[in-house]
C-alpha cells in the first residue's frame, strides 16, 4: 500500500527547489560577467542577491518542518541553466547576446515561479501557513525578476539587437553581412523539403 503523502511530496519539492536555487546562485554569477548592459549586469547582480536570501528562506521551511536542509538534484533548472550556457558560447553581437540571455533569466524565472506557485498552494493546503509565508515572499521575488527582465527587453534592449546586423544600420558588423548584401550562392541539391527543384525556387 502507497504511504507516501503530500507532506512527503512537499518536502520532496522542497529540496528540488533547494539544489535549484544553488544551481541559480552559480549560473546568475556567469549571466552578470556575460551581460553587456550596465542595468542588465545589475538585474542579475541584485537577482543573485535575492537568490541567496530565498535560499536562507527555504532553510527556515526546512526549520519550520523539522526536515533536514538537503537539496535533491533538479535535472529540470539544470537543463534550463545548460541551454542558457551554449548560448553564451555563440557568438553573437553584443545587443543580440543581451537579449539572448534576457530569454535565457525568464526560461529559469518561469520554472521557478512554477514551483513556488505550488509550494505555497501545498503549505496552504497542509496547513503551514508559516512556510506558506516565506515561500510566498519568495514567489514574489520571482516574479519581480521576471517582470523586470521584461521591462528591460522592451525598454530598449530587443529593439537594440533587432537593429544590429541590419542594412539600415551604418555601423553594421562587417562580419555579419545582411541577406541582402551576401553574394548569390548556388543551392546545394537538398534531398529533404521537396528536392533541389523546391530549394532553388526559394533561393529565386
Ligand atoms: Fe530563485
Not at 517582470?147 to 562587417?174: Q, V, W
Request: proline share 2%; aromatic share 4%; net charge negative.
Amino acid at each position: 500500500m502507497a504511504t507516501g503523502t503530500l507532506r512527503d511530496a512537499f518536502v520532496d519539492e522542497l529540496r528540488d527547489s533547494y539544489d535549484s536555487e544553488k544551481q541559480l546562485i552559480k549560473a546568475l554569477k556567469k549571466m552578470a560577467k556575460a551581460a553587456k548592459a550596465d542595468e542588465l549586469r545589475s538585474a542579475f547582480e541584485s537577482h543573485l542577491e535575492e537568490t541567496q536570501g530565498q535560499v536562507e528562506r527555504l532553510e527556515q521551511v526546512f526549520g519550520l518542518l523539522d526536515e533536514k536542509v538537503k537539496g535533491k538534484h533538479c535535472d529540470g533548472i539544470a537543463g534550463i541553466i545548460e541551454e542558457g550556457s551554449s548560448v553564451m558560447e555563440e557568438d553573437f553581437d553584443d545587443a543580440t547576446m543581451n537579449a539572448c540571455l534576457i530569454a535565457s533569466g525568464q526560461r529559469a524565472e518561469h520554472y521557478e515561479m512554477a514551483a513556488y506557485g505550488t509550494l505555497v498552494a501545498w503549505a496552504r493546503a497542509l496547513g503551514l501557513d508559516d512556510a506558506a509565508d516565506l515561500l510566498q515572499q519568495t514567489l514574489d521575488e520571482e516574479k519581480a525578476a521576471d517582470e523586470k527582465l521584461s521591462s528591460l527587453a522592451e525598454g530598449g534592449i530587443n529593439e537594440e539587437a533587432a537593429g544590429s546586423g541590419t542594412d539600415d544600420d551604418d555601423d553594421m558588423s562587417e562580419d555579419e553581412p545582411s541577406a541582402r548584401s551576401k553574394p548569390a550562392k548556388v543551392a546545394a541539391p537538398r534531398k529533404t523539403n521537396g528536392g533541389p527543384a523546391r530549394a532553388a525556387r526559394a533561393r529565386a
